[in-house]
């Protein structure tokens, strides 16, 4: 019988994918470059996409939690992102796997001192803050890739830079 908990983790695992492709394609030579002064910078932007499934993970195991400074690292080269990223995968995975669908309903607040900013089910942080906020950031670091000149990995389907659905036909028809 599949769980709520295993739809969680086969969505990340899907996502992971996808998100691996992209990080793949941050060059160390931009990670610097910022599209405005007060944006994160493409490495800042990466590091974020890469640490989120891990981060949130463990937060929504903590409650109260306290409102996080918010305060975003700059990667010392293209490669830590996608160790940082494995490391932040692995520890999501082991927090979903220990979780059970009773926790889902578990509820979550993020307090500042003793106000609490925000209440929700842990299944809703899971899937608004882990997953939907994951990909909106991965959206956004897609942009910044464009504006650097990268070539675009397929996320959901073709880009401009890469269609994965013809070389599955030209393979399937060989």
């Keep these: 019988m599949r769980t709520r908990v295993d739809e969680l983790l086969q969505e990340l695992e899907q996502e ?31 590091l974020h996409v890469a640490t989120i499934p891990g981060f949130i993970t463990t937060m929504a195991m903590r409650s109260p939690f306290p409102v996080p400074q918010f305060v975003q690292a700059e990667p010392a080269s293209a490669a830590d992102l996608l160790a940082a990223f494995e490391a932040s995968l692995s520890t999501a995975r082991d927090v979903l796997s220990a979780m059970t669908d009773a926790q889902l309903a578990d509820v979550w607040r993020l307090v500042d001192g003793d106000r609490e900013m925000m209440a929700m089910p842990v299944g809703a942080v899971l899937r608004t803050i882990m997953l939907n906020h994951w990909y909106h950031h991965r959206g ?35």
């Excluded at 793949?24 to 599209?35: F, I, M």
């Design 140 to 174: 956004q670091l897609l942009v910044y890739l464009r504006q650097v000149g990268q070539p675009l990995p397929s996320v959901y389907g073709p880009t401009a830079d890469e269609n994965p659905f013809v070389q599955t036909l030209t393979t399937a028809v060989s």
């Design 16 to 46: 992971a994918d996808a998100t691996r492709r992209v990080l793949a394609r941050v060059p160390d030579s931009h990670l610097s470059w910022k599209p405005h002064e007060k944006s994160f910078s493409l490495g800042q932007l990466a």
